[in-house]
C-alpha cells in the first residue's frame, strides 16, 4: 500500500529550539508539500517542492524552511520554535493534482 | 486571489438523512474541483474530483456538481452513516500547476 510517512506523531518543544519534521513518501513522486491544519483556518501551504533541491514558498513560509535531498524525503524545518507554531503538521505528495494528493497521519508540535 | 468557502460546522444529522455540504469558490480561470475527507487521527484523502464545468463527480454514495454559473461545487449524500462521520475539505487547484487550496473544513457528525 502506497503511503507518506511523517516520523513522528506528536512533538512537545521549547521555545527557540531548532525543530526537524520529516516526511517520506514511497511513490516516486516528484511533489511534497508541507501544510499547517488549524481550527477554523483549515489547510495552509507552508512549502513545497517539485523535484529534488527544488522548493518554493506557499502562503505562510515566515519562521519555517524545507530541505529535499532526496525525491522521497522533504524535510519541514522550524529555525527557531515559537509558540504560535503550536499546531497539526500534514505532509503530502503526488504527481499531478488531479491523481490527487496522498497525506501523511501528521505530526501535532507543541511548543511550550 | 484564489479561494474556497465552506459552511460551517458542525453538521449533525441522524443516519440515513440527506446531506449536503456547501462549497463555493473564486478562482482565476477554470479550476479543477476536489473534496477531500478526514477521519479522526488520519490525514486527509481523496474523496471525489471534478475538472472542468458540469462534471459531477462520485466515489462511495457522494456526489459533487461542477457549477460555474454558481461558482459552487456542493458535496451530496442521500444517506449518510455512522461511519461518515469526519471532516470534509473542498479543494481547487487554479490550473497550471500542482498546488491545492484548500477551504477550512466542515465537520460531520452522524448519530444512530
Known amino acids: 500500500d502506497v503511503k507518506v510517512t511523517q516520523s513522528s506523531r506528536y512533538l512537545v518543544k521549547r521555545t527557540g529550539e531548532k525543530v526537524f519534521l520529516e516526511c517520506v513518501q514511497d511513490?516516486?513522486?516528484?511533489?511534497m508539500f508541507w501544510y499547517r491544519q488549524d481550527p477554523g483556518l483549515g489547510l495552509r501551504l507552508i512549502y513545497f517542492?517539485?523535484?529534488?533541491?527544488?522548493?518554493e514558498k506557499g502562503d505562510i513560509p515566515e519562521g519555517y524552511s524545507v530541505s529535499r535531498e532526496k525525491k522521497e524525503r522533504f524535510s519541514l524545518i522550524l529555525e527557531s520554535a515559537s509558540t504560535n507554531q503550536t499546531s497539526m503538521y500534514l505532509c503530502?505528495?503526488?504527481?499531478?493534482?488531479?491523481?490527487?494528493?496522498?497525506f501523511g497521519s501528521g505530526t501535532r508540535l507543541t511548543v511550550v | 486571489g484564489n479561494s474556497v468557502t465552506q459552511m460551517e460546522g458542525p453538521v449533525t444529522l441522524s443516519e440515513e438523512a440527506f446531506l449536503t455540504i456547501n462549497c463555493t469558490y473564486t478562482a482565476t480561470g477554470y479550476p479543477s474541483l476536489f473534496w477531500y475527507v478526514q477521519y479522526p487521527g488520519e490525514g486527509l484523502q481523496l474523496l471525489l474530483k471534478a475538472t472542468k464545468a458540469d462534471d459531477k463527480g462520485s466515489n462511495k454514495g457522494f456526489e459533487a456538481t461542477y457549477r460555474k454559473e454558481t461558482t459552487s461545487f456542493h458535496l451530496e449524500k442521500g444517506s449518510v452513516q455512522v461511519s461518515d462521520s469526519a471532516v470534509y475539505f473542498c479543494a481547487l487547484n487554479p490550473g497550471g500547476g500542482n498546488k491545492l487550496t484548500f477551504g477550512t473544513g466542515t465537520q460531520l457528525k452522524v448519530e444512530l
Open positions: 511513490m516516486d513522486h516528484e511533489n
Open positions: 517542492s517539485y523535484d529534488v533541491k527544488m522548493k
Open positions: 503530502a505528495s503526488s504527481w499531478t493534482v488531479d491523481y490527487g494528493y496522498t
